[in-house]
């Protein structure tokens, strides 16, 4: 019995562990700070070679720094 329902389970077990994976991925990307220093240079580089405008330069850049602000509050608050 037991033997039937872990072959029945497996595929749903794989795919419950690759959305763990996958959300594990996404939150260390979301909680990188170098990854969002590496977005602001983009950003200071597409807008010093007029690609964007400064209106959207402003926004951009005030959501990659409250981002940083963040990661840098949670990571003072888990030490």
Request: charged fraction near 40%; glycine fraction near 4%; hydrophobic fraction near 40%.
């Amino acid at each position: 019995m037991f033997i039937i329902d872990s072959i029945l389970l497996a595929p749903l077990k794989g795919v419950v562990w690759l959305g763990q994976k996958l959300n594990e991925i996404a939150q260390n990307e979301l909680n990188d700070d170098g990854r969002i220093k590496e977005e602001l240079m983009q950003l200071q580089l597409r807008f010093e070679m007029d690609e964007i405008s400064e209106q959207e330069y402003d926004e951009k850049e005030r959501e990659l720094l409250e981002r940083l602000d963040a990661i840098i509050k949670a990571k003072e608050q888990e030490t």
